[in-house]
């Protein structure tokens, strides 16, 4: 199957409440069987919900529309194996952070850097979180090198545990957990430097 997806921003929607069960299992089939309307109005529904996961993961900005078109392929390539257990936005997001955690692991090599170099933050921290703001924070996280980042994304964002962290990325426990840390300190000294 040969989508090709843009990154423009979707149509806008008349209701964006969450669909029953019943209509996300219909759109599903109708994306099965290649109705070009219902990928569109799929694409549409979910298209924030899939960005916002490729934005936590990527690099760079420059990444989420890759990221995003992968996405979106794999959806649609694999939305016959959607079984109407839960809610079809849950699918796609896992199926998202799959395909972006498939993009760190392709890029480990250059991804990995060690950071032993750093040190815990010793003063400052409540002083600094009380001016910091989510976005300042997103941006922090960004500047994160890939793989902490995404364990850090995992963890603390998804809620995935680390048994669960190691099977996908094909790590250790420990090394999920080491990495894990690495993140929480290097976000320290990042907030400690900026609002200090």
Request: proline content about 4%; charged content about 20%.
């Given at each position: ?9 979707p149509?806008?929607l008349?209701n964006?409440?969450?669909p ?7 759109l599903?089939?109708?994306c099965s ?7 569109r109005q ?11 996961v490729?934005?936590?993961?990527a690099n ?8 995003l078109?992968q ?7 694999r ?9 079809l936005?849950?699918w796609?997001?896992?199926v ?9 692991r392709?890029n ?5 850097q ?7 933050p010793t003063?400052?921290?409540p002083?600094a ?6 976005e300042?924070?997103v941006?922090l996280?960004q500047?994160?090198?890939a793989?902490?980042?995404a ?7 998804e ?14 426990e420990?090394?999920?957990r080491?990495?894990l840390r690495?993140a929480?300190l ?11």
């Amino acid at each position: 199957m040969t989508l090709s997806l843009s990154i423009d921003r979707p149509a806008p929607l008349g209701n964006t409440a969450s669909p029953d069960l019943s209509q996300e299992s219909q759109l599903a089939r109708q994306c099965s069987a290649g109705n070009r309307r219902a990928q569109r109005q799929l694409y549409d529904r979910y298209y924030k919900l899939v960005l916002g996961v490729c934005r936590r993961y990527a690099n760079h900005s420059s990444e989420d529309g890759d990221l995003l078109n992968q996405a979106f392929l794999r959806i649609f390539d694999r939305i016959d194996q959607f079984r109407a257990e839960g809610p079809l936005g849950a699918w796609i997001r896992q199926v998202s952070v799959r395909v972006c955690l498939s993009a760190l692991r392709k890029n480990q090599r250059e991804a990995y850097q060690e950071l032993a170099d750093i040190q815990q933050p010793t003063t400052g921290l409540p002083q600094a979180l009380q001016r910091l703001a989510m976005e300042d924070l997103v941006s922090l996280i960004q500047q994160l090198p890939a793989l902490p980042k995404a364990i850090f994304n995992l963890h603390t964002v998804e809620g995935y545990t680390h048994a669960e962290i190691a099977q996908l990325l094909a790590i250790s426990e420990s090394n999920s957990r080491y990495h894990l840390r690495q993140a929480r300190l290097r976000l320290q000294l990042l907030i400690n430097r900026q609002y200090q």
